[in-house]
């Protein structure tokens, strides 16, 4: 009888390690609860660019299963070719390119051919072709009443390096297929964006003896100083009121954080430490600020109130954390997790809470830099270095799809979204 | 027979039913979907102010560091020493400028090079150069002296240049 209890105790031990699941490393989001879709291309001259823009969007707003098969079809009709009948939903487009772009949508039910949506969009070139396309697939995934996904529509702004001493200052959309300059020449950096609208973006210039921050306004190029600096200066993170605005400052020669009041322009030191403080960022409603230290001998997340001098560490992983962001709670940072003096190093990014101590990986290949929240917190932008390629990455952390996009181009210093 | 009746009466059905939309024209009443996006954006040139140089002048010599490190290493003591030796007679003030390799990211590389410059201040600072004549500025990895992928451009890139201020 005993052997008996022993050989039970020994098999439920044995099954309930083989089959047990740590639902914070769950990577892969039930494809049934995405609804799959097809797309029928009516445009004359077929656009495989528009095909995998869209294709793109449907997968990054976790809530599609986009058939990946260019079908090619008259959108004029609600005829659904029988093919595509096991689909949910069936995606007609035409885009054209005679005098601007225009893209006509329309949305059917796959199994009767009903028509759920219809709407036309136009822009007067055509190089800003990718956003018809994403304003589409956010307006279909609002008529089906899923979580927003209105971050696709939002530009990024970013700098990158030209050559030494020189960069250029760009937006893109999130796919970088559309891409501009706003800033070229000159060394100016850190491009944050001022206000919700994306109207206005902060970057510092190295014009003047000492790097200087400017708001630039880039659709009528009016541009204001802000605050200028010994020794650095980057605007971190910017109030989600556009009133105050989180800056990495050396005035003394030690780089610390201080927020700075815009109606004011009074300055208050956040953090005081002899060594390396920077990255801040606004955390649980903007009473605290999360930030990368070297006060443990390497580069760490800590965070701080704004209010008291406590300071306390965020993660306990890793011996080289030294990028960061917050949307709410959430928490992503890079890691580096080898030791290589020239190159060749694994960066790797995990998600934490500023609430929790749970940490799981987002990636696992490469090195993986720059993490960036979406506006909503629901997806991290990211710049992925594999071999000699790099791609721009995006994970959506609520149904695990990722995407990569080729980024050709020169090094990215900085980046915002 | 009734089977096949009802069979032909169905598709000719579905056939209708599907050409019953007629379609929407291009360009029509709601083509201001995109409105977000729809402004022109400028584009501002600044060619002309750009970094120029990115080694030491005026008779000064870049200070060179170790992997990750902001403290002066004893091999660069003679360095420092001419250095501290051009500050004495500088009549202007002097821009020490921290400069970092490129594995570094974003803000903490631009922190790292600043450390690197206060490293050479506070060295001149100690030897009698008055802190009010220097001023120092971080140029992260944006000013490499070389662009190669070796260890000899690496150890270059990591380096304090100096100047006078014009």
Known sequence: MRKLWLILIGMSLT????????????????????????LVDGSSVQNSKAFDLFVSDLKISGHFLPDKKHYK??????FILPALKSQEYVLKYVMTHTSGSKLLVRLFKASDGTQVFKKSYALGGTAKMPFLV???????????????????????VYATYTRPGQSEVRLADYTFTYRKTIIRGGLNLFPKWADAKQRSVYYTSYREA?????????????KSKVVSSEG?????????????????????????????????????????????DVNGRYVNNEQQVLFVSNRLGYANVFKKSLNSAATSQVVYHGHNNNACDANGEKIVYASRESNNAFGGNTFNLYLTASNSSDTRPITTTGANQFPRFSTDGSVVFFLKQQGRGTSVGYINLSSFQSLLFPFNGNKIQSIDW | MTHKLWMISTLIALLFSGCAQTAPA?????VNGANAITGETVSIDETSYGNGYNSSTDGFNSVYFNFGEYAIAP???????ANIQRATSAN???????????????????????????????????????SANMVMVSFGESSPVCTEPSDGCYDRNRRVDMRLVK
């Open chain 2, 26 to 30: 291009l360009g029509g009443s709601n």
């Open chain 1, 232 to 276: 650095m200066l980057v605007c971190s993170d910017v109030s989600k009121d556009g009133s105050k605005m989180l800056l990495t400052m050396a005035p003394n020669g030690q780089a610390d954080i201080y927020e700075l009041s815009l109606a004011t322009k009074a300055k208050k030191r956040v953090t005081k430490f002899k060594g390396i």
């Open chain 1, 210 to 222: 000492l790097p200087t921050l400017y708001k630039l306004d880039i659709y009528s190029g009016a």
């Open chain 1, 73 to 78: 079809g008259d959108i004029k009709t609600n």
């Open chain 2, 75 to 81: 091999k660069m003591e003679a360095t420092m020493k």
């Open chain 2, 92 to 130: 202007a003030k002097i821009k020490i400028e921290g400069n970092c390799d490129e594995f570094g990211t974003d803000e903490y590389n631009y922190a790292l090079g600043l450390k690197r410059a206060k490293a050479v201040k506070d060295a001149m600072v100690a030897q009698g150069i008055a």
């Open chain 1, 134 to 156: 994403h304003k589409a697939v956010s307006d279909v995934n609002a008529i089906l009443h899923y979580p927003d996904i209105s971050w696709i529509n939002r530009y990024i």
């Open chain 1, 15 to 38: 099954f309930s390690a083989v089959f047990a699941v740590d639902a914070t490393l769950k990577i892969e989001k039930d494809v049934e609860q995405r609804a799959r879709i097809a």
